[in-house]
């Protein structure tokens, strides 16, 4: 069965950093990319992505100032984010589509104060 568990996620002053961490549970993590989203009210766009071989990419409002990397011997992506502004705040998810379903963990809450 896939699980997906994010962690990391606070409260943290605008400017700050935090580090998010979504670990994959029965998958072929190696073989698959990762992606995390942004909840919005009537939205989940795309935060950064990274592919099976490693390559990431970013939503050009955190083009910068995030690093999406991966660690396959744990099953696990890292968001590491900073410089972070108060328009980031919300609901983190990571994600990975398999054979054309979607798998979801249950997102992580981020907060950034002004």
């Known amino acids: 069965q896939v699980q997906l568990v994010e962690s990391g996620g606070g409260v943290v002053q605008t400017g700050g950093s935090l580090t998010l961490a979504c670990t994959s549970y029965?998958?072929?993590?190696?073989?698959?990319?990762m992606t995390w989203y942004r909840q919005y009210a009537t939205s989940r766009p795309m935060v950064a992505r990274i592919?099976?071989?490693?390559?990431?990419t970013y939503a050009e409002a955190v083009e910068g100032r995030f690093t999406l990397s991966r660690d396959n011997a744990k099953s696990t992506t890292y968001l590491r984010m900073d410089n972070l502004k108060p328009e980031d705040s919300g609901l983190y998810f990571c994600?990975?589509?398999?054979?054309?379903?979607?798998?979801w963990g249950q997102g992580t809450q981020v907060i950034v104060s002004s």
């Open positions: 994600n990975v589509q398999l054979t054309d379903t979607d798998y």
């Open positions: 029965g998958t072929r993590f190696a073989e698959h990319a």
């Open positions: 592919a099976a071989a490693g390559n990431p």
